[in-house]
C-alpha cells in the first residue's frame, strides 16, 4: 500500500483498554479512527461523546457497512478469538488485538491461521516489544557490534505469566532472534496442578542455542539483561541501558545510542502505551508484512507459558516443542477473561471508564467520514 495513505480504523469494545487504543491511533497521523462497536449502550455513548465516530452496537454490522483498513479488538480474552476470526473473514486489512490473545493453544492457532491464509497482519498487544530501545539494541547486534547474544535473563515478579507476564516472554523472543523453542523446564509459583494464570519460572533452550532464564521472584532487579559476547543491554521496561567492552576487559556505559530516543510519548502518562504497536501494524500494511509483535510471536509466548507449567507438573523434566496437546492453555485473570463490569461491579467499573475517558487524546483528529 501507499506510504503516505490514512488508514480507516474501527473499534471492538468502548471500555477503559478501548479508550487508550482509540487515543493511540488518533495521535498516529497515518491513522483515523472512524468507527466503534461495542454492545453496552452506556460504554458505547461515552465513547461516542469523547471520540465522534460512528457507533454500532454489533460489531459484525460494523465490518459490513464500513471499509475499514485496521480492526483493533479491544476485548476480554474469553470473546477474544471469535471476534478476531471475524474479521479476518470479512476481509480487513490488518487486526490489533489485546493480550493475552487466547486462552488455550488450538485458539491461538485458529486465529493466526485464520489471519495468515488470508494474508492479514495480525498483531498482540505487547507495549514492551514494541520499544523502539530494544530494536536499537537488536540492530547492534544483527550488525555484529555486540557480538553473539549468550545469556537471556528475565526478572518478571509477576502473578501472570500469561497476563501481564507475556510481555517479558515476547521481549525474551526477540532478542532470541525469535528461534522456536527447542526445550524448557520450568515451576510455578503457586500450584501447578491448576490452569489459573500464575507466576512461572524456568529455563528456556532456543533452536539457536541461546539460553534464557526466567526468575519469577519479586526483587529491586526487574526487566531483562541480554547478556552478549561484547555488551550487556539491560532495561526495567523504562529507558534502557547498554554496556560495551571485551571479554575480560573493562565496560564501558554507552546510553548515547537511545539519546534520541528518550521515554517521552511511549508510555503512559506521557503519551498512548500503543504507540508503537500501532505505527508497527501501519508499517505492515505499508510493506506486506508482519508486525513487531505478531499474532504468531503471541501465540509462541503462550506455548511457552503452557510448557513452564507442564514441566512442574511432570516433575520438572524438559518439555520439548512444539507442544503436541493444542488443547492446553492458561486461563487468565478474571478481569483479564470476562467483561470487566461482571467482575469488578457497576459503579467501579464506571469510575475506571469515566478516568479513561478523561485522559487528554492527543492531537491528531477524528472523523465519522
Not at 115 to 133: K, V
Not at 238 to 261: N, Q, S
Not at 272 to 289: H, K, M, P, Y
Amino acid at each position: 500500500m501507499s506510504a503516505d495513505k490514512t488508514y480507516r480504523v474501527g473499534l471492538i469494545g468502548c471500555g477503559r483498554k478501548g479508550h487508550g487504543h482509540a487515543r493511540g491511533y488518533v495521535g498516529n497521523p497515518r491513522t483515523e479512527v472512524v468507527a466503534a462497536a461495542d454492545p453496552d449502550p452506556a460504554n458505547l455513548e461515552i465513547f461516542l461523546e469523547r471520540f465522534a465516530v460512528t457507533g454500532y452496537a454489533d460489531y459484525q454490522q460494523m465490518l459490513a457497512d464500513e471499509q475499514l483498513d485496521i480492526v483493533a479488538p479491544i476485548l476480554p480474552v474469553q470473546p477474544n478469538p471469535q471476534v478476531v476470526i471475524d474479521c479476518a473473514k470479512a476481509g480487513v486489512g490488518a487486526i490489533y488485538c489485546e493480550k493475552p490473545m487466547a486462552v488455550s493453544l488450538a485458539e491461538s492457532d485458529e486465529m493466526v491461521a485464520a489471519c495468515q491464509t488470508r494474508g492479514i497482519p495480525l498483531a498482540a498487544g505487547d507495549a514492551y516489544r514494541n520499544m523502539p530501545h530494544h530494536w536499537r539494541v537488536k540492530a547492534l547486534i544483527d550488525a555484529g557490534e555486540l557480538g553473539e547474544v549468550h545469556t537471556i535473563n528475565l526478572y518478571q515478579g509477576t502473578k501472570e505469566i500469561s497476563g501481564g507476564g507475556c510481555q517479558g516472554l515476547s521481549v525474551m523472543r526477540l532478542f532470541a532472534d525469535d528461534a522456536d523453542v527447542e526445550w524448557l523446564t520450568g515451576w510455578c509459583s503457586d500450584d501447578a496442578a491448576s490452569d489459573d494464570d500464575q507466576g512461572m519460572g524456568g529455563h528456556v533452550r532456543f533452536s539457536n542455542g541461546i539460553d534464557a532464564f526466567i526468575s519469577n521472584q519479586r526483587s529491586i532487579l526487574e526487566g531483562i539483561e541480554v547478556v552478549c559476547a561484547k555488551g550487556v543491554y539491560h532495561t526495567n521496561w523504562g529507558a534502557g541501558h547498554l554496556w560495551r567492552g571485551e571479554p575480560g576487559g573493562e565496560r564501558t556505559r554507552d546510553d548515547d545510542v537511545f539519546a534520541e530516543l528518550g521515554t517521552e510519548g511511549w508510555m503512559e502518562p506521557s503519551g498512548s502505551r500503543q504507540r508503537g504497536g500501532i505505527e508497527s501494524i501501519v508499517e505492515a500494511l505499508d510493506s506486506g508484512g508482519e508486525p513487531r509483535c505478531s499474532g504468531d510471536n503471541m501465540r509462541k509466548v503462550l506455548e511457552i507459558a503452557v510448557g513452564l507449567r507442564e514441566s512442574h507438573r511432570r516433575g520438572f523434566a524438559p518439555i520439548h516443542f512444539p507442544i503436541e496437546d493444542r488443547s492446553l492453555g492458561i486461563v487468565p485473570a478474571p478481569s483479564r477473561l470476562l467483561n470487566k463490569k461482571q467482575v469488578l461491579g457497576e459503579e467501579r467499573y464506571a469510575e475506571q471508564i469515566q478516568s479513561a475517558a478523561s485522559q487528554p487524546i492527543g492531537g491528531a483528529q477524528v472523523s465519522n467520514a
